[in-house]
């Protein structure tokens, strides 16, 4: 009978000859999982047998991990901010870039009672209730809005988990804004601090095997990658309190691009943020005064006339 080392080593090695990336950790974690223990437990039991009945469902999911399929969709959740959330094929799996962008976001954000929180393009719901949580003190109204129905539902399965109190809607972008739904409830807006991961795939551009596994609708975003992220900035101003906090996630070379787009639009003091690894990844900006940012935008639509 194959011990837990034996069959550590044996599963590791099949996955590094499938190009699975940090192949031992997933190893690690799908054993971790299957013998419902932590990894101290493993370490310290690497002479004792699997059984078959082990064995079993620890195969089929080193079989689904070895094509490609998420480590998150398999465990069935990740840790985020200190939590865990609940994942799936319902949205993007949450990258270790978008943890970064939460903690700038909540060093830099001005703290009001009350304030108005918006994350756009919610997906799992991870930065809007993470968001919620850490400004508890500050009573915060948390608006999450995206497109997907199915999104929308990993969303609210989280925050009853963490007992997060935000709002959804289901909203293309500010659609809901501007066409109420059934009920005639509108949005609020009068945002001081909006996060945004947006899609921002190039139409067309090739993508590791794990992420083929989101949702289409999460990753592309047109030839550029910038279509949705451009129309999202111009559709923000007139739901932003002045000098509202905005900050993105795009791709880690459209940051230079997106910070232009923002000082088009009338946004101040915009500046890119780079990541752990020195890649700049988060632009973002302060929203404009009410009156600036009307002129603005009546300037730039005699532009385009």
Not at 48 to 56: C, G, H, I, R, V
Not at 254 to 267: F, H, I, N, P, V
Request: aromatic share 6%.
């Amino acid at each position: 009978m194959k011990t837990i080392q034996d069959i550590l080593t044996s599963g590791t090695a099949y996955l590094e000859e499938r190009g699975v990336e940090g192949a031992r950790h997933s190893m690690q974690s799908l054993m971790v999982h299957v013998l419902g223990c932590n990894r101290t437990w493993l370490y310290l039991h690497y002479d004792d047998p699997m059984s078959e009945e082990q064995l079993a469902p620890l195969r089929e999911l080193l079989r689904q991990r070895g094509k490609g399929v998420p480590l998150q969709h398999l465990l069935g959740s990740t840790e985020f901010y200190r939590r865990e959330f609940r994942t799936d094929a319902r949205a993007l799996v949450p990258r270790p870039e978008t943890e970064e962008l939460v903690e700038m976001a909540l060093s830099m954000a001005p703290r009001s009672i009350g304030m108005r929180v918006l994350d756009m393009g919610c997906g799992s719901g991870i930065i809007g209730i993470t968001l919620a949580l850490e400004l508890a003190a500050q009573q915060p109204d948390v608006v999450m809005a995206d497109v997907s129905e199915a999104a929308l539902s990993l969303t609210l399965e989280n925050a009853t988990a963490l007992e997060a109190k935000v709002k959804t809607y289901r909203s293309d972008l500010f659609s809901a804004w501007d066409s109420p739904s059934e009920s005639g409830v509108i949005p609020p807006d009068g945002f001081s601090l909006v996060l945004a991961n947006l899609p921002y795939v190039p139409d067309g551009e090739q993508v590791a095997a794990e992420v083929t596994h989101d949702p289409s609708t999460a990753l592309y975003g047109g030839p550029d990658g910038l279509d949705i992220v451009r129309r999202f900035l111009a559709d923000a101003l007139p739901h932003l309190a002045d000098r509202a906090l905005v900050m993105l996630e795009v791709g880690h070379d459209q940051g230079e691009a997106t910070r232009a787009e923002m000082e088009r639009l009338g946004y101040t003091e915009t500046r890119v943020l780079t990541d752990m690894s020195g890649k700049p990844r988060f632009p973002m900006g302060f929203a404009p005064m009410k009156a600036a940012g009307v002129a603005a935008q009546d300037t730039h639509a005699n532009e385009r006339t």
